[in-house]
């Protein structure tokens, strides 16, 4: 099995400051044959359903504003939040699905305003 | 629009039964795998499992295999999860999701409460 874990399990940051958020996988999630990471990242406010922000690691899911960056490959990814808006406030999650249909989540990092 | 609806909050009693629903519309609902995802209290989210409707092929999380069973009924485009006999540990909110064309889960429903107490 995949494991996920995320750094750190919380960060506060100033509103307009950036935020990183670490994932790493316990095995290599880029697929050779096409060349994409299997990763995505999901944003899950209060109350709601996650929201898909990035698949294949960096693609951003249409509508989710520009500030939001995914980058890495192969077990070492990050989600960039590059000037924190209030609305930002979330628990962010990584997700493999290199081995699709069975997958993993990430046990989730929690943003905060300072 | 792709949509997934699901079945209302549940209170339950341990060792009661219980089957919740997940209906999709707006696409070819037997050619895309459904997932569904737990999300205990305060908790993260864990995948407990996912079908393809379309021939019923079902993929569990091993910490799910034999406390869960999954279907789908293509005729009314629902998915389902059930329990023979519910622990008060399986108190959570259960979400169905669409896995996207790439994999990765696109869509989502607004999720289950599940509440198992004495």
């Known amino acids: 099995d995949i494991v996920m874990t995320q750094s750190p399990a919380s960060l506060a940051v100033s509103l307009g400051e950036r935020a990183t958020i670490n994932c790493r996988s316990s095995?290599?999630?880029?697929?050779?044959?096409?060349?994409?990471?299997?990763l995505a990242w999901y944003q899950q406010k209060p109350g709601q359903p996650p929201k898909l922000l990035i698949y294949?690691?960096?693609t951003r899911e249409s509508g989710v504003p520009d500030r939001f960056s995914g980058s890495g490959s192969g077990t070492d990814f990050t989600l960039t939040i590059s000037s924190l808006q209030a609305e930002d406030v979330a628990v962010y999650y990584c997700?493999?699905?290199?081995?699709?249909?069975?997958?993993?989540f990430g046990p989730g990092t929690k943003v905060d305003v300072k | 629009e792709v949509q997934l609806v699901q079945s209302g909050a549940e209170v339950k009693k341990p060792g009661e039964s219980l089957k919740i629903s997940c209906q999709g519309s707006?696409?070819?609902?037997?050619?895309?795998?459904v997932a569904w995802v737990r999300q205990m209290p305060g908790k993260g989210l864990e995948w407990m499992g996912s079908?393809?409707?379309?021939?019923?092929?079902?993929r569990y999380s091993p910490s799910f295999q034999g406390q869960v069973t999954i279907s789908a009924d293509n005729f009314i485009n629902t998915a389902h999860l059930q329990w023979s006999s519910l622990k008060a540990s399986d108190t959570a909110i259960y979400f169905c999701?669409?896995?996207?064309?790439?994999?990765?889960?696109?869509?989502w429903g607004q999720g289950t409460l599940v509440t198992v107490s004495s």
């Open positions: 999701a669409r896995h996207a064309d790439t994999g990765s889960v696109g869509d």
């Open positions: 707006g696409y070819s609902f037997s050619t895309y795998w």
């Open positions: 079908i393809y409707p379309r021939d019923s092929d079902t």
């Open positions: 095995q290599s999630l880029l697929y050779s044959s096409n060349n994409k990471n299997y």
């Open positions: 294949w690691a960096s």
């Open positions: 997700q493999q699905y290199f081995s699709t249909p069975l997958l993993t």
